[in-house]
């Protein structure tokens, strides 16, 4: 496949959807306490209501709501003090008419009754009367018995990546094991002769490799279990050897370098070799991250980034990461954290091309401002510095200084 027609990035996006159809999540069960961040297989059903009784929300007196209606400061409600609730304990008390009893916040209700009158609308005449200075409407500060969860239904469905507030849910149900997919396998091959790994001296013509542990991480928190497999040279002998070790050994390979057109770029030639599908596209009408490879030996996806490492980022952000949450199962991606931001200068784009800027935030009273980090893509410090990124679609030819954007944060914002 000659790299000469740029495929549209949404286009690519469906391609690489639509390849990975019917490839089987692999899945394990493993504890609650381990579950944070994996993706659920299967719907997770609570066997049992939340709460497993009514309860109140409050310190005060349950009572029967009609017994309070037209109650007020100069026409209290009077009641007869039937006895008292203990926290974490059954009871027994049936309110009749014109009976109240002592609650504590999360106490269980008594039967008949319904709402519960807060201690500070309330007086004390005596040990055995209650005075209520405010109606209770029916419900009033009380959890029904089933109100949060009921029995029988979904408490976190198939394909949901678990975050703390799940994880609370599932505990409340009492749901100790958690079936999720297992991590997904990611070799990483770094390409290039110019290459050191990070704890060599870096020598002149030398850089050290930044894309293996950058892709890397990123991969890891998208829940990928990231094995690198070093530095390549540039021979194809050796790249199309790692190559077939990393397709043999793992779900999906990421290449960093070798994604153009040189005479020492090897990707296309070593998928083409090691067996079908190959190579599905090569190009993208991206900004960073143009001469991008994408293609399959058998049912595992290859991806060959560029080796510029804001070009490689961009891609892996929005294409790898797609393909591993695909194949780990999850369902919808997480809507990433964006704020509104007011651009400071103009930024030309080419129309039929999704850019994709790094933004520095700033604050101005209540309002964000967001600055361009220009630079090429082979300075990794544009990335380091960036609070956000900024997306200009193909249908637009830029964005104009004052115009408000919207900013995907890839850093927490005060």
């Known amino acids: 496949m000659e790299f000469i027609q740029c495929m549209p990035l949404a286009q690519a996006r469906e391609l690489i959807m639509g390849s990975l159809e019917g490839i089987p999540v692999k899945g394990e069960t493993v504890p609650l306490i381990d579950a944070l961040g994996r993706i659920t297989t299967e719907d997770i059903i609570t066997r049992e209501n939340l709460p497993p009784f009514s309860r109140s929300t409050v310190d005060g007196y349950a009572v029967r709501s009609a017994d309070t209606f037209g109650a007020s400061e100069t026409s209290p409600s009077l009641f007869f003090l039937t006895g008292e609730i203990l926290m974490g304990q059954q009871t027994d008390i049936v309110l009749q008419p014109g009976q109240a009893a002592a ?5 269980m209700l008594p039967a008949e009754a319904d709402a519960v009158v807060m201690l500070e609308y309330t007086e004390r005449p005596d040990e055995h009367t209650l005075l209520a200075l405010k109606t209770a409407a029916p419900g009033e500060n009380v959890v029904a018995k089933g109100e949060d969860l009921q029995a029988d239904t979904v408490v976190v469905p198939r394909g949901q990546r678990l975050a703390p507030q799940h994880i609370g849910a599932l505990a409340a149900c009492g749901c100790t094991a958690i079936p999720v997919s297992k991590k997904l396998q990611v070799a990483i091959i770094s390409t290039g002769d110019e290459l050191v790994d990070i704890n060599e001296t870096v020598g002149f013509g030398k850089i050290r490799d930044i894309n293996s542990y950058a892709i890397g991480a990123m991969l890891a928190e998208t829940g990928c279990q990231v094995k690198s497999m070093g530095i390549v040279r540039d021979s194809y002998d050796q790249f199309h050897a790692a190559l077939a070790e990393a397709v043999s050994t793992s779900q999906m390979v990421v290449i960093s370098g070798g994604s153009s057109v040189g005479a020492r770029d090897f990707t296309v030639k070593a998928l083409g070799a090691l067996g079908a599908p190959g190579v599905l596209l090569h190009g993208i009408a991206l900004k960073p991250g143009k001469p991008t490879i ?6 595992v ?5 560029p080796g510029h490492p804001v070009a490689a980022m961009t891609v892996c952000n929005q294409l790898v990461k797609l393909a591993a949450r ?23 784009s080419t129309p039929g091309r999704d850019d994709f800027i790094n933004i520095r935030l700033t604050k101005q009273d209540d309002q964000y401002i967001a600055e361009p980090i220009l630079g090429k893509s082979g300075l990794v410090s544009t990335m380091a510095q960036a609070d ?6 193909a249908d637009k030819s830029g964005v104009y200084n004052g115009e408000t954007i919207d900013v995907v944060l890839i850093k927490s914002m005060p």
Do not use: C, W
């Not at 695909?326 to 030309?348: D, H, P, W, Y």
């Not at 956000?388 to 679609?393: D, E, N």
């Open 103 to 107: 609650i504590p916040t999360g106490g």
């Open 294 to 299: 994408y293609g399959m030996v058998d049912k």
């Open 301 to 305: 996806p290859v991806f060959g980034l």
């Open 326 to 348: 695909t194949l780990m199962g999850q369902k919808e991606a997480e809507k990433a954290a964006a704020i509104s931001a007011r651009l400071v200068r103009n930024v030309a």
């Open 388 to 393: 956000g990124i900024m997306h200009i679609p």
